[in-house]
């Protein structure tokens, strides 16, 4: 449990965090690993999972039939993965797979969502943060949106 | 970098007209995309065109089809030989990629501003390109490479649309084995054969440690894709505008100062770039239709 | 250029004009000027005084230009028409070279024929202006343009100052009108009443004191000098203008001013303003070749920054809306020029208000940016806007 703390207190998301809220959320936390071209989790899926990377690459990736499988984004060390744990109703919007081997902390989403319930500023301060890491990702996606590499684009 | 003149063309290569083609024949053509084709060219006879600096281009004319302004990519330390990376994108581009070895092309240049290797000495060089923009940049990481040790660290940020639009892959996996020096590369879309980063390029930034007082940023890609890497750079990163730099275009004609047509507010790409300081460009890069 | 000299001012008689012409034409000049054709003045060649529209006057309004016949029999009695000295010395077509391809061998012919040598005969104080500004675009630069450069270094400039000025003129708020006071070889101010029809010669070169040495003149008297200002005085009293302080910034910080989607609204992008221009400069290049592909061409042409193409990239154009367009060719003329070679690229000469079809009054579009604009905007120091 020690040890545990200590890696998610290092985690780049937590940085600077109260040690009070670092204690509460420890009791979410557990090591998984996943290895090469395994799926962490698949599109609909129930999204109870909120990881921090440690160590390897994830693929988002989207699905449409008749086609292969397209990466929109890829995540790895110092990142985390999923916010719909957070936002109802609770499901994978994409699937992610394991582009090299996982090492990663996985936060029980229920057991997240629980504590915030009854702590409403451990629930803002988890908010603020993982809010900072969706607006850079809409602002990445809309880049994305652009396609500004086509040969059609000025 | 002072200007080529009429007077030092007229003394190296004996034409006095700027706007005279100077014979070029074409040595060898390599394809690094589908629409992309790198062109290395030699001087008919004699020495050929004055040396280029990094970031310069020429006007390459193809026989009763037309001009065009390409950046040269070569290394700026062999002289002699002029290296074009060229995309295929509508009819002169296509006549360029379709020579073959012993075709002859119409050269005039260099022209145009460059990046400022000099500035750079003793501090970190940050190379952030997109898609063809690592073309004009190539020609400073030679630069680089061939006097390490006047520069701290190189970093190479470069973004292509798919792993199939990746240049210089080659060098790509070489470079990085140079002292300090590191190649991150993404693209926008990717598949399952690419175990690479997806993402545009300003997500290559996270991975990144910059002390924005001794680097020197050299940004080139579409517009839309320069303006927000200054904006991570100066505003998330606090580099000084003075100390990022972006290769400009506009359409040419000339090349030269005198068709008007490359104008962007009160500059002329051709002679006032197309390399800038952002600090020189503040006022019009957020400006539409300017 | 020529060099400013201390002008002389003598008297020559209508008669001692007469040989004027055949005198340049003797030392191997091309003599231009205005002559009638078509209900306007343009330039062409002039054999002899009589080939001058003597006794025309034009008025000249928004979208609006007539001639009338007076009585006097004025040589120079009209202002600026749709053309400028610009088709002779930045012509309109030109080829670059000629190219041939025979064996996989290729050569290159570039054309330098004797480029031709012209006397222009009737320039104004605003075209004097206007060809000093093409000469700092054209010549001035890291590269110089060699057509212009050829063309210019030979030419011979009989300047008139204007004696009466159509309604559409401002040189005078420009700073750049209606006396000419340098940049030529002779100046003249044309008198003629029921005494006698004269002209004031002002000398601006050696060159331009040897034709007048071989014309034969008097000294101009005190009266006739004192009739001459007089005239031009006249020209001066001019009911348009530019507000020339702090011109440069008050354009160059109005980029989003209101005024230009009005103006867009009026404005057809037909390009007239900068073919009558006399400072407008943008050319484009045409590439062509014959049937087999052994002989190309490389011709460069006058091209106007209103186009839809002039400003293409990769799949479109950077000024797409008319309203962009309009505002480039604004922006550029009376503050981006100053920033790019020093000085304005508008002289006044209020052509691009005669041809424009809707009418459009650059005066007109200044003062309409100024009078929206806060007063803290306005520069506090001193700027004329001029050369």
């Given at each position: 449990?020690?040890?545990?703390?200590?890696?998610?207190?290092?985690?780049?998301?937590?940085?600077?965090?109260?040690?009070?809220?670092?204690?509460?959320?420890?009791?979410?936390?557990?090591?998984?690993?996943?290895?090469?071209?395994?799926?962490?989790?698949?599109?609909?899926?129930?999204?109870?999972?909120?990881?921090?990377?440690?160590?390897?690459?994830?693929?988002?990736?989207?699905?449409?039939?008749?086609?292969?499988?397209?990466?929109?984004?890829?995540?790895?060390?110092?990142?985390?993965?999923?916010?719909?744990?957070?936002?109802?109703?609770?499901?994978?919007?994409?699937?992610?797979?394991?582009?090299?081997?996982?090492?990663?902390?996985?936060?029980?989403?229920?057991?997240?969502?629980?504590?915030?319930?009854?702590?409403?500023?451990?629930?803002?301060?988890?908010?603020?943060?993982?809010?900072?890491?969706?607006?850079?990702?809409?602002?990445?996606?809309?880049m994305q949106l652009l396609d500004v590499y086509a040969s059609h684009h000025r | 970098m002072p200007h080529t003149t009429v007077e030092e063309i007229?003394?190296?290569?004996?034409?006095?007209?700027?706007?005279?083609?100077?014979?070029?024949?074409?040595?060898?053509?390599?394809?690094?995309?589908?629409?992309?084709?790198?062109?290395?060219?030699?001087?008919?006879?004699?020495?050929?065109?004055?040396?280029?600096?990094?970031?310069?281009?020429?006007?390459?004319?193809?026989?009763?089809?037309?001009?065009?302004?390409?950046?040269?990519?070569?290394?700026?330390?062999?002289?002699?030989?002029?290296?074009?990376?060229?995309?295929?994108?509508?009819?002169?581009?296509?006549?360029?990629?379709?020579?073959?070895?012993?075709?002859?092309?119409?050269?005039?240049?260099?022209?145009?501003?460059?990046?400022?290797?000099?500035?750079?000495?003793?501090?970190?060089?940050?190379?952030?390109?997109?898609?063809?923009?690592?073309?004009?940049?190539?020609?400073?990481?030679?630069?680089?490479?061939?006097?390490?040790?006047?520069?701290?660290?190189?970093?190479?940020?470069?973004?292509?649309?798919?792993?199939?639009?990746?240049?210089?892959?080659?060098?790509?996996?070489?470079?990085?084995?140079?002292?300090?020096?590191?190649?991150?590369?993404?693209?926008?879309?990717?598949?399952?054969?690419?175990?690479?980063?997806?993402?545009?390029?300003?997500?290559?930034?996270?991975?990144?440690?910059?002390?924005?007082?001794?680097?020197?940023?050299?940004?080139?890609?579409?517009?839309?894709?320069?303006?927000?890497?200054?904006?991570?750079?100066?505003?998330?990163?606090?580099?000084?505008?003075?100390?990022?730099?972006?290769?400009?275009?506009?359409?040419?004609?000339?090349?030269?100062?005198?068709?008007?047509?490359?104008?962007?507010?009160?500059?002329?790409?051709?002679?006032?770039?197309?390399?800038?300081?952002?600090?020189?460009?503040?006022?019009?890069?957020?400006?539409?239709?300017? | 250029?020529?060099?400013?000299?201390?002008?002389?001012?003598?008297?020559?008689?209508?008669?001692?004009?007469?040989?004027?012409?055949?005198?340049?034409?003797?030392?191997?000049?091309?003599?231009?000027?205005?002559?009638?054709?078509?209900?306007?003045?343009?330039?062409?060649?002039?054999?002899?005084?009589?080939?001058?529209?003597?006794?025309?006057?034009?008025?000249?309004?928004?979208?609006?230009?007539?001639?009338?016949?007076?009585?006097?029999?004025?040589?120079?009695?009209?202002?600026?028409?749709?053309?400028?000295?610009?088709?002779?010395?930045?012509?309109?077509?030109?080829?670059?070279?000629?190219?041939?391809?025979?064996?996989?061998?290729?050569?290159?012919?570039?054309?330098?024929?004797?480029?031709?040598?012209?006397?222009?005969?009737?320039?104004?104080?605003?075209?004097?202006?206007?060809?000093?500004?093409?000469?700092?675009?054209?010549t001035a630069g890291p590269f110089a343009d060699a057509i212009y450069r050829r063309r210019r270094n030979g030419l011979f400039i009989v300047a008139?100052?204007?004696?009466?000025?159509?309604?559409?003129?401002?040189?005078?708020?420009?700073?750049?009108?209606?006396?000419?006071?340098?940049?030529?070889?002779?100046?003249?101010?044309?008198?003629?009443?029921?005494?006698?029809?004269?002209?004031?010669?002002?000398?601006?070169?050696?060159?331009?004191?040897?034709?007048?040495?071989?014309?034969?003149?008097?000294?101009?008297?005190?009266?006739?000098?004192?009739?001459?200002?007089?005239?031009?005085?006249?020209?001066?009293?001019?009911?348009?203008?530019?507000?020339?302080?702090?011109?440069?910034?008050?354009?160059?910080?109005?980029?989003?001013?209101?005024?230009?989607?009005?103006?867009?609204?009026?404005?057809?992008?037909?390009?007239?303003?900068?073919?009558?221009?006399?400072?407008?400069?943008?050319?484009?290049?045409?590439?062509?070749?014959?049937?087999?592909?052994?002989?190309?061409e490389r011709w460069r042409r006058w091209d106007s920054c209103f186009t839809q193409a002039f400003s293409y990239i990769h799949g479109g154009s950077?000024?797409?809306?008319?309203?962009?367009?309009?505002?480039?060719?604004?922006?550029?003329?009376?503050?981006?020029?100053?920033?790019?070679?020093?000085?304005?690229?508008?002289?006044?000469?209020?052509?691009?208000?005669?041809?424009?079809?809707?009418?459009?009054?650059?005066?007109?579009?200044?003062?309409?940016?100024?009078?929206?604009?806060?007063?803290?905007?306005?520069?506090?120091?001193?700027?004329?806007?001029?050369?």
């Amino acid at each position: 449990m020690e040890t545990l703390e200590r890696i998610v207190a290092q985690h780049p998301f937590f940085e600077g965090l109260d040690p009070a809220y670092l204690k509460l959320l420890v009791g979410c936390a557990s090591n998984v690993r996943f290895e090469a071209g395994a799926y962490l989790f698949r599109q609909g899926e129930e999204a109870n999972q909120f990881y921090l990377l440690r160590q390897g690459r994830v693929a988002l990736e989207l699905y449409e039939p008749h086609a292969a499988p397209m990466t929109v984004e890829t995540v790895e060390k110092d990142d985390v993965l999923g916010w719909s744990w957070l936002v109802a109703p609770h499901y994978w919007r994409c699937d992610g797979r394991a582009v090299e081997m996982i090492r990663a902390i996985a936060l029980d989403g229920k057991c997240l969502r629980e504590k915030c319930e009854r702590n409403h500023d451990l629930g803002y301060e988890l908010l603020g943060r993982v809010v900072r890491i969706l607006e850079q990702r809409l602002q990445s996606t809309r880049m994305q949106l652009l396609d500004v590499y086509a040969s059609h684009h000025r | 970098m002072p200007h080529t003149t009429v007077e030092e063309i007229e003394r190296t290569t004996g034409v006095a007209d700027p706007m005279l083609p100077h014979p070029y024949r074409v040595a060898d053509v390599s394809k690094e995309t589908h629409d992309t084709f790198t062109l290395v060219m030699e001087p008919e006879s004699g020495d050929g065109l004055p040396g280029f600096a990094p970031g310069q281009f020429s006007m390459l004319y193809v026989f009763g089809v037309g001009e065009l302004p390409i950046s040269i990519s070569g290394d700026p330390g062999q002289s002699g030989r002029l290296v074009y990376t060229i995309r295929s994108v509508g009819q002169a581009t296509h006549s360029l990629v379709s020579r073959i070895p012993g075709d002859w092309v119409g050269v005039r240049g260099p022209f145009g501003t460059s990046w400022p290797v000099e500035a750079a000495r003793g501090k970190d060089v940050l190379v952030i390109a997109g898609g063809i923009g690592l073309a004009p940049l190539r020609p400073v990481i030679y630069h680089v490479l061939r006097h390490r040790d006047d520069f701290v660290r190189l970093i190479i940020l470069y973004g292509a649309r798919t792993p199939h639009d990746l240049l210089f892959r080659k060098e790509l996996t070489s470079w990085p084995h140079a002292p300090d020096t590191h190649v991150l590369t993404t693209v926008d879309y990717g598949g399952m054969s690419w175990h690479g980063r997806v993402g545009v390029v300003t997500t290559l930034f996270r991975h990144l440690r910059l002390h924005p007082d001794r680097t020197v940023a050299m940004i080139c890609g579409p517009e839309i894709m320069m303006r927000y890497v200054v904006a991570e750079l100066q505003q998330g990163r606090g580099l000084e505008p003075a100390n990022i730099y972006l290769s400009m275009e506009r359409n040419m004609k000339c090349g030269i100062g005198v068709c008007g047509h490359c104008q962007y507010g009160p500059f002329f790409i051709c002679r006032d770039g197309p390399v800038f300081p952002y600090s020189r460009l503040r006022l019009f890069l957020e400006r539409h239709e300017i | 250029m020529v060099p400013a000299a201390e002008h002389v001012r003598a008297t020559v008689d209508l008669g001692a004009l007469q040989q004027l012409i055949p005198l340049l034409e003797s030392r191997g000049y091309q003599v231009v000027g205005p002559v009638l054709r078509d209900g306007a003045i343009v330039y062409d060649s002039l054999k002899k005084l009589e080939d001058l529209p003597a006794g025309w006057t034009d008025e000249q309004e928004p979208a609006r230009y007539r001639l009338n016949q007076e009585k006097d029999g004025r040589l120079f009695g009209c202002g600026p028409g749709p053309q400028s000295w610009k088709k002779f010395l930045h012509p309109a077509a030109v080829r670059l070279f000629q190219i041939e391809r025979q064996d996989g061998d290729v050569r290159i012919a570039e054309d330098s024929g004797p480029a031709p040598r012209y006397a222009f005969l009737g320039v104004r104080a605003c075209e004097l202006a206007a060809i000093e500004a093409q000469d700092r675009v054209l010549t001035a630069g890291p590269f110089a343009d060699a057509i212009y450069r050829r063309r210019r270094n030979g030419l011979f400039i009989v300047a008139v100052n204007c004696t009466r000025a159509p309604a559409t003129c401002f040189c005078a708020s420009m700073g750049t009108g209606p006396r000419a006071r340098e940049g030529f070889d002779l100046a003249l101010t044309e008198l003629n009443d029921h005494s006698a029809h004269l002209f004031v010669v002002d000398v601006g070169s050696p060159q331009g004191a040897e034709i007048l040495r071989e014309i034969g003149s008097r000294p101009a008297s005190a009266e006739l000098c004192r009739r001459a200002d007089q005239a031009v005085e006249r020209a001066a009293a001019q009911t348009r203008g530019i507000e020339c302080d702090g011109l440069h910034d008050v354009v160059s910080e109005n980029f989003d001013h209101p005024r230009w989607e009005e103006t867009a609204g009026r404005c057809l992008a037909c390009g007239n303003c900068t073919m009558v221009c006399p400072t407008c400069f943008c050319t484009s290049v045409e590439d062509s070749s014959d049937v087999d592909g052994s002989r190309a061409e490389r011709w460069r042409r006058w091209d106007s920054c209103f186009t839809q193409a002039f400003s293409y990239i990769h799949g479109g154009s950077v000024r797409q809306s008319v309203k962009s367009r309009y505002r480039q060719w604004l922006m550029h003329k009376l503050a981006w020029w100053k920033d790019q070679f020093g000085g304005s690229g508008c002289v006044g000469c209020g052509r691009c208000i005669t041809w424009c079809p809707a009418g459009i009054d650059i005066t007109e579009e200044i003062r309409a940016v100024r009078e929206r604009i806060p007063v803290k905007i306005q520069s506090e120091e001193s700027d004329d806007g001029n050369a």
